[in-house]
């Protein structure tokens, strides 16, 4: 029988130091005695999971740390300078549970750049699966709904630039986003970042959740069928304002599918998730959150002028987007090229006009002219672009 985690708890925070902080984390997986080598190991990943959760930290491969914790009472790991140290605590199995409790050191995600200081809204929209027939087995045929929800509350879970806004009751046609020849309509993208007011959208298609061959013996009828079953995934994330791609991947894993061929699976249960199959599922979410998250921090944030009265501007980016008062802005123009194929290309021109952030709500602010020069040639939809002071080097 394969493991599932169940469960997770922060138990302790402290302060450490000066720059880190030190987190006594407790992680679970549900274990037997033939499995309890790979409970312990699921156990440590669990706990360090939510310890990076909770830190904001990040790391490559939870996985790599938890291959090797347990080997000895004490282990120094080096992560981009985040894990420092990782000690075991403690670690006891009681009614089929494996609890290990881990006290880690562990050092605040360093900004890599200063843009990374402002969010990133992005629409995280429903995914697509491209061979529904696949879904029989299980008849998981919301699959594409219910892991989009899973990476919504995923990546809205963690500490990151990207915050992630939810559009995910309508499904949408995604295949032209993922074809050579990028035949999408660029329409669409802006009309759900309008309805979110985010500058960035994520799409995704499922093209793979086939059953492979069985893991278990046919002689062994005594135990229950499990098959090995395909997940994979591709992603890709748009910028409104521009409609350039800025961020493209495929991940792909397998795990086993424990149920019998003829049972209907809900795949929005515990029981769904507690699997394997959905434990790699997670996994590849797991790492879109990283991914998307490096990819995107320090790209400009922009945003768009909705009103415009006399030297004031109101504009769709707020406190949720990390704007303060005070914060100062440039202005572009923005208008549509038309290409031979009645495509759209948008392009921007940056003016010598500034302004400075006067008020602030949760998704708009007002910004006042602050240069010489007047608003008058400013119209409604042209953009905004925070500037962002970077840190001078320290002098002695």
């Not at 930290?57 to 981009?80: E, F, Y």
């Not at 991940?251 to 515990?270: H, L, M, N, Q, R």
Request: aromatic share 8%; hydrophobic share 40%; net charge negative.
């Amino acid at each position: 029988m394969k493991l599932s985690r169940i469960m997770s708890v922060l138990l302790a925070t402290a302060s450490f130091g000066a720059s880190a902080e030190w987190f006594e984390v407790t992680g679970y997986a549900n274990a037997h005695t033939e499995d309890l080598a790979e409970a312990r190991q699921e156990a440590v990943q669990d706990a360090i999971t939510q310890a990076l959760i909770f830190s904001g930290a990040t790391v490559s491969s939870v996985q790599t740390l938890a291959d090797g914790v347990l080997t000895q009472d004490q282990i120094k790991i080096k992560s981009h300078g985040e894990i420092q140290q990782i000690n075991l605590v403690s670690e006891q199995k009681q009614d089929g549970i494996v609890s290990v409790t881990l006290h880690l050191d562990i050092f605040p995600k360093l900004e890599q750049c200063a843009q990374a200081a402002v969010a990133k809204q992005v629409t995280i929209t429903q995914s697509q699966l491209i061979q529904p027939h696949q879904a029989r087995l299980g008849q998981i045929f919301d699959i594409a709904k219910a892991t989009s929800e899973r990476l919504y509350h995923t990546l809205a879970q963690r500490n990151l630039t990207v915050k992630p806004i939810p559009y995910l009751d309508h499904a949408i046609n995604a295949r032209p986003f993922f074809t050579q020849r990028f035949e999408y309509d660029g329409q669409l993208i802006d009309s759900l970042t309008t309805v979110s007011n985010s500058q960035y959208v994520l799409m995704s298609q499922i093209t793979d959740v086939a059953a492979g061959d069985k893991t278990n013996d046919d002689y062994a009828f005594w135990q229950d069928e499990e098959y090995v079953r395909s997940f994979k995934i591709d992603f890709v994330a748009f910028d409104a304002l521009t409609r350039d791609k800025v961020w493209q991947k495929h991940y792909a894993v397998s795990g086993v599918w424990p149920f019998e061929k003829t049972k209907i699976v809900d795949v929005y249960s515990d029981t769904f998730w507690r699997t394997n199959y959905a434990k790699q599922i997670q996994s590849v979410f797991n790492s879109v959150a990283q991914d998307l998250d490096s990819a995107l921090s320090c790209l400009p944030s922009k945003g768009k002028i909705l009103h415009r009265e006399q030297g004031k501007l109101v504009i769709n980016l707020g406190r949720n987007h990390g704007i303060e008062i005070g914060q100062v802005l440039t202005l572009s123009h923005r208008r549509d090229m038309q290409g031979s194929t009645n495509q759209f290309f948008p392009q921007s021109i940056k003016t010598l006009n500034q302004v400075r952030i006067t008020q602030v709500n949760a998704q708009n602010a007002i910004a006042e002219n602050i240069s010489k020069r007047p608003l008058n040639n400013i119209q409604i939809n042209d953009l905004v672009e925070v500037m962002v002071q970077t840190q001078e080097d320290f002098a002695l």
